[in-house]
């Protein structure tokens, strides 16, 4: 919980400093309030996976490193590769990975938190209490990818979509901020609830049955199927 609270803080207000002197909002900042608006939607999305949590431990945000669009553009312009596709496989690659160092590891291996049931075939350690399902990860991966294209792909201004659209939309620059930062909230919404369905109706049509029949956290029952 430090690390989400300390760096969540920081990226904003980092994000605000960036936006003060770039006299528009940030990438940095549209990305912060866009994860913020739709960290509601977790709860749900780690009843979903079968989730389970020691009662000691509150849980963790997602937060995921927010310079995965420098990496891309930086990869892009240094090897020559077509932008758009450098964009989306950058995303794809660091999301899934990190997912997978924070769930896979530091969670479900670590024991800070468990997966009650995953899908048989498309977890690793499958039936044993630190089972991790694999398509967590590419969730992440497709939450970044499509983040990392849409503010890392930029016009010759150094406007990503985001900001290009707003100002086909807007008269003054406050008035792009204001619906790059409605765009960038309602995106987020689309993205996480286009990765969290999935796993909702594997959940509700019984697909979710491989796991451990030992109690995960003793005095706490595990999630019923």
């Given at each position: 919980?430090?690390?989400?609270?300390v760096?969540?803080?920081?990226?904003i207000?980092?994000?605000?400093?960036?936006?003060?002197?770039?006299?528009?909002?940030?990438?940095?900042?549209?990305?912060?309030?866009?994860?913020?608006?739709?960290?509601?939607?977790?709860?749900?999305y780690?009843?979903?996976?079968?989730?389970?949590?020691?009662?000691?431990?509150?849980?963790?945000?997602?937060?995921?490193?927010?310079n995965?669009?420098?990496?891309?553009?930086?990869?892009?312009?240094?090897?020559?590769?077509?932008?758009?596709?450098?964009?989306?496989?950058?995303?794809?690659?660091?999301?899934?990975?990190?997912?997978?160092?924070?769930?896979?590891i530091?969670?479900?291996h670590?024991?800070?938190?468990?997966?009650?049931?995953?899908?048989?075939?498309?977890?690793?350690?499958?039936?044993?209490?630190?089972?991790?399902?694999?398509?967590?990860?590419l969730?992440?991966?497709?939450?970044?990818?499509?983040?990392?294209?849409?503010?890392?792909?930029?016009?010759?201004?150094?406007?990503?979509?985001i900001?290009?659209?707003?100002?086909?939309?807007?008269?003054?620059r406050?008035?792009?901020?204001?619906?790059?930062?409605?765009?960038?909230?309602?995106?987020?919404?689309?993205?996480?609830?286009?990765?969290?369905?999935?796993?909702?109706?594997?959940?509700?049509g019984?697909?979710?049955?491989?796991?451990?029949?030992?109690?995960?956290?003793?005095?706490?029952?595990?999630?019923?199927?």
């Open positions: 919980m430090y690390f989400a609270y760096s969540g803080i920081a990226f207000l980092v994000g605000a400093y960036l936006s003060y002197r770039r006299r528009r909002v940030h990438p940095l900042l549209l990305l912060s309030i866009s994860a913020l608006s739709f960290s509601w939607i977790e709860s749900p780690d009843w979903a996976m079968y989730a389970q949590f020691p009662p000691g431990l509150p849980r963790m945000p997602s937060w995921w490193p927010l995965v669009t420098w990496g891309g553009r930086w990869l892009s312009a240094k090897f020559n590769l077509r932008r758009p596709i450098t964009l989306l496989t950058v995303g794809l690659l660091v999301g899934f990975c990190w997912a997978f160092v924070f769930n896979a530091t969670g479900a670590f024991g800070n938190f468990y997966y009650g049931y995953v899908i048989p075939g498309l977890a690793i350690f499958e039936g044993t209490k630190h089972q991790y399902p694999l398509y967590d990860s969730a992440m991966g497709i939450e970044m990818m499509v983040f990392t294209y849409l503010l890392g792909r930029t016009d010759a201004e150094g406007r990503n979509v900001e290009m659209w707003a100002d086909t939309k807007s008269k003054t406050l008035q792009s901020s204001v619906l790059s930062i409605v765009a960038v909230v309602v995106v987020g919404h689309l993205v996480y609830g286009s990765v969290f369905a999935p796993h909702l109706i594997t959940k509700l019984g697909w979710v049955t491989a796991g451990p029949t030992e109690q995960l956290f003793p005095g706490t029952p595990n999630q019923p199927r």
